[in-house]
C-alpha cells in the first residue's frame, strides 16, 4: 500500500522549528520547483495532556495556517486514555487531517520516566495506546507511528513495535535508524529500515525510513536500499527549506535543481523571518530566526561581526541592515552546505527507570513511573 501523498517526502516533527512559517517556507520551496505535490510537512510535538487540558501554547501548536493542506500533528503521549482523549479533541473539533504518535523521542527527562523512545520496550503498553489511539481517531483520521530502532542495541525494539502498531491498523511506521543511547551521533542505520519494511510487507504497511538524508540523492539512495515507501527528512533542511523542491524533483523523476546560491539563500533568509514575524510578533519571530542564522549561512563566507550580530536580531529593519552587509555573490558550497547539519552528537547511556529493562511488561511501579511522564516536553 502507497503512502497517500505526493511525493512519499515528510517533513519531520521537530521541536522549536517545524512550526507554521518554516512548514509554509518548506512547501512554498516545494511548489516553486513545479512539483506536482507537496508531501506533508509535520508539526512540532504536543503533549496529549497539555492538549486535553486545553493550554494556550498546545492549541496553538495544532493550529494550521488558512492553506496548509494536509495537516499533521505530531502527538506525545504515555497513557492510553490522554492520547485517546486529545486523538478525539484533533478529530471532533476538525484540527487534523493525520495524527502521528511519537515513540522516538531520547530526551534524558522523557526516557528517565519510561516516556518516549523507551516506552515501545513496554510491549503491552505500546500496543494499547495505538490502539486506543486508532479507536479514537474512528477512521476519520489516519493514525501513524514514529519511533528509534530502540533503547540501545541490545535493547532493539522497532521490529516487535513495528509489527504490533501495523497489526493495531497504523496507516504507516516511520524509523529513525538509531537507538536512543545515539541520540544524533554515528550513522543511521538504513539496514535496519530494511528489516522494518521486509517485516511489514505482509502486513501491507508502508514503511517510512528516517535518518541522514542530506540530500534529494540521499533520499533515492535511501529508497534503493531498504525498498522503503518514502522519507521523513529533519535536519537536512534546516536553513535549506528548498530540499523539499529537490525531493520532489527526485522523486517525479526529473532532473534535481542545484542549491541556490547566496542571493536566493539570503532572500529566503529574509522570507522566513518575515513568515515567523507575522504570525508571532516581531520580538518573537526575531528571537526565533536566530537559531536558523547558522544554518543559512553554513558554508558562505560572511563576516565574524555579521555573523554575530545576526545571531541577536531583534528587528526586521536591524536584519535588513545586517544581509546587505553580506557579499551575495557566492554559490553555494556543496560540500560543507550539503553536509550533516543540527544535532550530530550523543552517544551516551539512556536514563531509565530503575529496573526497566528487567521485564517487557509494565508492572505497578512502572506505570505510575510512565504515568509522570505525560508532561510538557520537547524534543526528538
Ligand atoms: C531540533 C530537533 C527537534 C526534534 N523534535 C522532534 C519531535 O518533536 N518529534 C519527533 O518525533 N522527532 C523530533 N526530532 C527528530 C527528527 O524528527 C528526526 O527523527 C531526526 O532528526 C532524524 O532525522 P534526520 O537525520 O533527517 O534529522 C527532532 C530533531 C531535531 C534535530
Not at 100 to 123: E, M, Q, Y
Not at 272 to 282: I, K, P, R
Request: aromatic share 6%.
Amino acid at each position: 500500500m502507497p503512502v497517500p501523498f505526493d511525493p512519499p517526502v515528510v517533513l519531520a516533527p521537530m521541536a522549536g522549528i517545524t512550526n507554521r512559517a518554516f512548514r509554509r517556507l518548506c512547501r512554498e520551496s516545494a511548489l516553486a520547483s513545479g512539483a506536482r505535490g507537496t508531501g506533508m510537512y509535520v508539526s512540532e510535538m504536543v503533549t496529549s495532556r497539555a492538549l486535553v487540558e486545553r493550554s494556550e501554547e498546545s492549541l496553538d501548536l495544532v493550529t494550521f495556517g488558512p492553506d496548509e493542506s494536509p495537516r499533521a500533528v505530531q502527538l506525545y503521549g504515555v497513557a492510553p486514555g490522554t492520547v485517546a482523549a486529545a486523538v478525539r479533541l484533533l478529530v471532533d473539533e476538525d484540527r487534523a487531517d493525520h495524527i502521528d504518535l511519537n515513540f522516538g523521542c531520547p530526551v534524558p527527562k522523557v526516557t528517565r520516566k519510561g516516556g518516549g523512545s523507551a516506552l515501545p520496550w513496554k510491549r503491552d503498553l505500546f500496543r494499547s495506546i495505538v490502539h486506543e489511539a486508532i479507536r479514537a481517531a474512528d477512521g476519520r483520521v489516519p493514525v501513524s507511528v514514529k519511533m528509534r530502532k530502540g533503547i540501545d542495541d541490545d535493547h532493539l525494539t522497532y521490529l516487535d513495535a513495528g509489527r504490533a502498531a501495523a497489526e493495531e491498523g497504523v496507516a504507516w511506521v516511520a524509523l529513525h535508524g538509531r537507538t536512543a543511547a545515539q541520540m544524533y551521533a554515528g550513522t543511521a542505520d538504513w539496514d535496519a529500515i530494511a528489516r522494518l519494511k521486509e517485516a511489514l510487507t505482509p502486513l501491507d504497511t508502508p514503511v517510512l525510513g528516517n535518518g541522514d538524508i542530506w540530500t534529494a540523492h540521499d533520499a533515492m539512495r535511501m529508497v534503493a536500499h531498504t525498498g522503503c515507501d518514502g522519507v521523513v527528512v529533519g535536519r537536512g533542511c534546516l536553513g535549506r527549506p528548498w530540499l523539499f523542491g529537490q525531493l520532489a524533483a527526485g522523486f517525479h523523476g526529473e532532473p534535481i535543481p542545484r542549491d541556490p546560491g547566496l542571493a536566493t539563500v539570503l532572500a529566503t533568509l529574509r522570507r522566513h523571518a518575515q513568515l515567523l514575524v507575522d504570525d508571532y510578533g516581531e520580538l518573537k519571530g526575531c528571537r526565533d530566526i536566530r537559531k536558523h542564522m547558522a544554518w543559512y549561512l553554513k558554508g558562505f563566507s560572511v563576516r565574524q561581526q555579521v555573523r554575530q550580530s545576526l545571531g541577536t536580531v531583534a528587528t526586521l529593519a536591524e536584519l535588513d541592515e545586517l544581509l546587505v552587509q553580506i557579499d551575495a555573490d557566492q554559490e553555494f558550497n556543496v560540500e560543507v552546505g550539503e553536509g550533516p547539519r543540527g544535532r550530530t552528537s550523543g552517544n551516551r547511556r539512556p536514563s531509565l527507570p530503575d529496573g526497566w529493562l528487567d521485564s517487557c511488561d509494565l508492572d505497578g511501579e512502572a506505570a505510575a513511573l510512565v504515568a509522570a511522564a505525560e508532561i510538557n516536553v520537547s524534543g526528538g
